[in-house]
């Protein structure tokens, strides 16, 4: 089993629409975690933190469900410039980072 | 934050020659990472690089393949030597940058742009 895992996509979806990402992470001993963005040919951006608790950046809502090892990313009204490849990261030991391999998001007009 | 910039941005090299590429942080940090992001893959950690002591390198990449120098807390460099077609990919340089309990800030890791590298 793959220690992140994650739907590549791609998602299709038109602007104002709300799409939901998924991952699994295996090892349950997992620290924290994170959603970062990469567009095109650039570096990993931070998203956003995911809390225990869920939490919320505006339109991007993070929910973190120990028990099943898997972390959400909820977009609301999507944007053309929300188009980009999602990197569901987990921190499983010391600083070092996980990746998974991303979910690709379109955003059509 | 972390501003971090890489050098060279990107490079073709012929089989069998090496490539240093450098990362410049505008702040001081213990801990940097090297990595590696293959055509369609995520990020592989390469190895983990803290000033005054050697990189820790993880399974599946070595010293000899890939040293890395990290001389100060704002500088490092990773050589991808005697390379193959197979070593063609993007490699990015990060940094680990300690949040702020009181407030609220996390723990954060910062990419680099990254060095598109390209071997024929």
């Known amino acids: 089993r793959k220690e992140v895992e994650q739907d590549p996509g791609p998602f299709n979806v038109p602007e104002g629409a709300t799409v939901a990402f998924n991952c699994t992470y295996s090892?349950?001993?997992?620290?924290?975690f994170f959603w970062y963005r990469q567009d095109c040919r650039k570096e990993p951006k931070l998203l956003m933190s995911?809390?225990?608790s869920g939490n919320e950046d505006g339109r991007f809502t993070a929910q973190l469900n120990r028990a099943s090892q898997y972390i959400s990313l909820l977009i609301r009204d999507s944007k053309l410039s929300d188009s980009a490849t999602y990197l569901c990261v987990v921190n499983m030991r010391d600083s070092t980072l996980t990746f998974g391999k991303g979910t690709m998001l379109l955003v059509s007009p | 934050s972390a501003v971090i910039s890489q050098k060279p941005s990107r490079d073709i090299c012929q089989r069998g020659t090496s490539l240093t590429i450098q990362c410049q942080v505008d702040s001081q940090v213990t801990m940097m990472f090297w990595y590696r992001q293959q055509p369609g893959q995520s990020l592989t950690l390469i190895a983990t690089?803290?000033?005054?002591?050697?990189?820790?390198?993880e399974s599946g990449f070595v010293i000899d393949k890939f040293p890395i120098s990290r001389p100060n807390l704002t500088f490092s460099t990773l050589t991808v030597s005697n390379m193959s077609p197979e070593d063609s990919s993007i490699y990015l340089c990060?940094?680990?940058?300690?949040?702020?309990?009181?407030?609220?800030?996390?723990?954060?890791?910062?990419f680099g742009p990254g060095t598109r590298l390209t071997v024929l």
């Open positions: 995911v809390y225990s």
């Open positions: 990060s940094v680990w940058v300690l949040g702020d309990r009181e407030t609220g800030v996390t723990d954060t890791q910062y």
């Open positions: 090892n349950s001993a997992s620290q924290s």
């Open positions: 690089a803290n000033q005054g002591s050697e990189a820790t390198y």
